[in-house]
């Protein structure tokens, strides 16, 4: 079965220090993976997918198929990136299009 | 384009009760999904809806829950005798129509279920 894995419920970096939050998934198919973002008293949003290859507010995430990982990355973390993070990896498989999260990374960024 | 709309946003039923949550997708948006997130966890896919079609239901539970995308009108998420443990964040998600593997799936807010 497909797993999502985030290890970290709480990450908190200095403004400008580099972040990371780690990503790791499960699945027997092609992986297509993303990565969401919730800010405060905001819906769920997309920040990024893989597939793109693209980088959003500063943030990259490559797909490492070897160690199966999606790591979402940014030199320089700024305060507005503070947000509750989740890595997502979508299931298309016949009629089926469902997306199965990690449990979240809560980022703080510490002025 | 006010995007995916959900309501109520917070519900309170008491155990016994019938609960039902509603979405409406961003205009255009013909496939509608629903999950659910408990405290601590991230969010856990139910049900993927198309207009007066159910294409994916093997997230929901296997009694007291159903799900309809009508013709016209929102989508519903009806959850009948409602149980302490359905205390959750409810969240819709539409996409758009078309062959697209990876369309995004567009969040409304959420329907905080709270059941005494």
């Known amino acids: 079965a497909q797993r999502v894995t985030q290890p970290e419920k709480l990450l908190s970096v200095f403004k400008g220090a580099p972040v990371e939050l780690k990503c790791n998934y499960s699945?027997?198919?092609?992986?297509?993976l993303f990565w969401y973002v919730q800010y405060s008293r905001q819906r769920l949003q997309l920040l990024l997918r893989?597939?793109s290859r693209e980088s959003i507010k500063g943030f990259t995430a490559d797909l490492n198929k070897g160690e199966t990982s999606f790591h979402l990355k940014k030199p320089f973390a700024q305060e507005e990136d503070s947000a509750m993070y989740y890595c997502?990896?979508?299931?298309?498989?016949?009629?089926?299009?469902?997306?199965?999260f990690g449990s979240g990374t809560q980022l703080t960024v510490l002025p | 384009n006010a995007g995916v709309m959900q309501n109520p946003r917070h519900l309170v039923r008491r155990r016994g009760q019938e609960a039902r949550l509603r979405c409406s997708p961003v205009?255009?948006?013909?496939?509608v999904y629903w999950y659910r997130q408990l405290p601590e966890e991230g969010l856990k896919f139910m049900v993927y809806?198309?207009?007066?079609?159910?294409?994916?239901e093997s997230g929901m539970p296997k009694e007291r829950f159903s799900a309809e995308f009508p013709k016209e009108g929102p989508s519903i998420l009806r959850i009948q005798q409602v149980v302490r443990g359905d205390s959750a964040a409810y969240f819709c998600?539409?996409?758009?129509?078309?062959?697209?593997?990876?369309?995004?799936?567009?969040f409304g807010p959420g329907t905080r279920l709270t059941v005494l």
């Open positions: 998600a539409s996409s758009p129509p078309g062959q697209g593997l990876y369309n995004e799936q567009f």
């Open positions: 699945y027997s198919g092609s992986p297509e």
């Open positions: 893989h597939i």
């Open positions: 997502a990896l979508l299931i298309s498989s016949g009629s089926a299009r469902q997306l199965t």
């Open positions: 205009k255009g948006h013909s496939h």
């Open positions: 809806l198309q207009k007066e079609n159910i294409i994916d």
